[in-house]
């Protein structure tokens, strides 16, 4: 990952590609975007099923393409371009035509392993990317990040807490850093017991007390896959080894990241837990451009706290660090089934408590069949994804 990003010609608005233009980080974007009129354009807008949102979207962002995933979704967003000189696709090509459309900055904010094939796309064309889709680097770090030097491409960390990492290396060899630490607000069962967090409602699950997110995040981050998806995706951003990579819970969520040097020093950014802070960095990199969040207030807030995560509570975190030091293809397995379980979660399929046993059970028996090598190819890695959502999918049967 390079801390750089491709100029603009002197005054030129930022061209801007955003997948995942609908959801909760879609949002956040056009938020900044709109309150910095002039300074970006937006050039193509892509969606996954619903078609009257991103027709609004693509109307609201004047943008000059949209594409959708889903085709049930298609006739909805001609519908709502119709008497718009806005050109309309729909299907993987045309979500991959978006992530390649000419552009400065690609946003990728897509939930899910399903956004890597766009976001490999944009990787092909030599984009910068402001990686939000975490999923991408945990199901096929190792040949992503290869395929960003072969191409040239410039991965940017949309995650809040490598977003603060990033901004604290500032350009810093991460070899000199001797601990990185991400941060877990701990989510809605922080201080629940076993017992309670086990039978957890969907609707107590997506209460986050401090981010307001898509529903897949805020599963994960009830129970805190999220953080350990995020210590694989910070092995592979700042290409840290395992063993260098800590977390701790921080409920105020106020403190992002921390990077610790050998002579004691320690580096960590901090932000009021709004993604537009993030994103606004992302997308005016190497520029700043106000993000309609203030800085955090100290004397108003007077605490910050800081605990251990209780991985007997917390078991996703446990099989998410142990898959990270495992390394070949555990955490392509862990992600695809975890994916599936939380669909499970959501449809009201499972308990919450049965969420760390399906990726458990999937990652064992795929060890015990020797279907985790390590995956040298985007297709390897999917391959693997597809064998562990079918075991997962299995034991939700
Ligand atoms: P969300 O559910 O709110 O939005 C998801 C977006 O992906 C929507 O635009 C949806 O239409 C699109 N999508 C869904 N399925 C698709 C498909 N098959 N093809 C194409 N598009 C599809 O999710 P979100 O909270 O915005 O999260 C997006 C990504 O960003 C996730 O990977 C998440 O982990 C990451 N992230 C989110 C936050 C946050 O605060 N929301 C913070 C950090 C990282
Ligand atoms: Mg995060």
Request: neutral net charge; proline residues 5%; aromatic residues 4%.
């Amino acid at each position: 990952m390079k801390n750089s990003s491709r100029a603009t010609s002197a005054g030129a608005p930022k061209r801007l590609v955003l997948l995942g233009a609908t959801g909760s980080i879609g949002k956040s974007c056009a938020r900044v975007i709109l309150d910095n009129p002039g300074r970006f354009c937006v050039e193509a807008v892509v969606g996954g099923r619903d078609g009257a949102a991103l027709a609004r979207c693509a109307i609201e962002l004047g943008a000059k393409f949209a594409a959708i995933a889903d085709a049930s979704g298609y006739a909805d967003l001609k519908a709502g371009l119709a008497g718009h000189r806005i050109e309309v696709a729909c299907g993987p090509q045309a979500l991959e035509a978006a992530a390649r459309w000419p552009a400065d900055l690609v946003v990728s904010a897509i939930v899910g392993a399903v956004g890597l094939g766009p976001t490999y796309a944009a990787i092909e064309a030599g984009r910068v990317i402001a990686l939000a889709n975490k999923e991408t680097l945990v199901c096929a770090g190792a040949p992503v990040t290869r395929a960003v030097k072969r191409h040239g491409a410039t991965l940017l960390p949309l995650d809040s807490e490598h977003n603060a990492i990033f901004q604290a290396l500032g350009g810093r060899d991460p070899s000199e850093v001797v601990c990185m630490t991400i941060t877990a607000s701990g989510g809605p069962f922080r201080e629940w017991s076993a017992q309670r967090i086990a039978k957890a409602t969907r609707a107590e699950a997506l209460a986050h007390p401090k981010w307001s997110m898509g529903p897949k995040i805020s599963v994960d981050s009830a129970s805190l896959m999220n953080k350990g998806l995020e210590l694989i995706e910070a092995h592979h951003l700042f290409a840290i080894p395992a063993e260098k990579l800590a977390v701790v819970v921080h409920p105020q969520s106020i403190v992002h990241g921390l990077i610790a040097f050998a002579d004691g020093s320690t580096l960590a950014g901090l932000a009021n837990p709004d993604m537009r802070t993030a994103v606004a960095h992302c997308l005016a990199h190497p520029d700043r451009v106000a993000s309609g969040v203030a800085a955090p207030d100290l004397i108003a807030l007077s605490k910050l706290t800081f605990e251990a995560a209780d991985l007997d509570r917390f078991p996703a975190l446990r099989i998410a660090r142990e898959a990270l030091a495992e390394g070949k293809g555990a955490p392509t397995a862990l992600n695809a089934a975890n994916e599936i379980a939380v669909a499970g979660f959501l449809d009201g399929r499972i308990a919450f408590g049965a969420l760390p046993q399906v990726v458990e059970r999937t990652l064992d028996a795929m060890r015990g069949a020797g279907e985790i090598d390590m995956p040298e190819s985007i297709e390897a890695a999917l391959a693997i994804h597809h064998a562990a959502r079918d075991r997962a999918a299995a034991l939700l049967a």
